[in-house]
Nanobody, 117 residues
Framework: QVHLVESGGGWVQPGGSLRLSCAAS????????MGWYRQAPGIQREMIAL???????KYASSVKGRFTISSDDAKNTVYLRMSSLNVEDTGVYFC???????????WGQGTQITVSS
């Protein structure tokens, strides 16, 4: 069983920045990929950013240039640096890890981000 714990959410004003962390219970290099997903009220959960085991990254068009996903293997942690936040970025952010041997997706419990003035 894999446990993922997100942290770093909260309230921020438009234009502000936040950094989310996702700590995994095992080496993140063992995953095929890890990513951040966002679920806003009334909207289907959507992919925000992905990073694979080779370090390649992928972003949703709505966050490209504003968000950066990175990883620290020594800390078994994946980060999401978010800047120039706007109200449309509000939602619950989930971390996901994909196991390459089973293709099972593991999810964290989510962390709330609210962007408002």
């Amino acid at each position: 069983q894999v446990h993922l714990v997100e942290s770093g959410g909260g309230w921020v004003q438009p234009g502000g920045s936040l950094r989310l962390s996702c700590a995994a219970s095992r080496s993140i290099s063992s995953f095929e990929s890890m990513g951040w997903y966002r679920q806003a009220p009334g909207i289907q959960r959507e992919m925000i950013a992905l990073i694979n085991s080779g370090g390649m990254t992928k972003y949703a068009s709505s966050v490209k240039g504003r968000f950066t996903i990175s990883s620290d293997d020594a800390k078994n942690t994946v980060y999401l640096r978010m800047s120039s936040l706007n109200v449309e970025d509000t939602g619950v952010y989930f971390c996901k890890a994909k196991d390459p041997s089973t293709w099972i997706d593991y999810w964290g419990q989510g962390t709330q981000i609210t962007v408002s003035s």
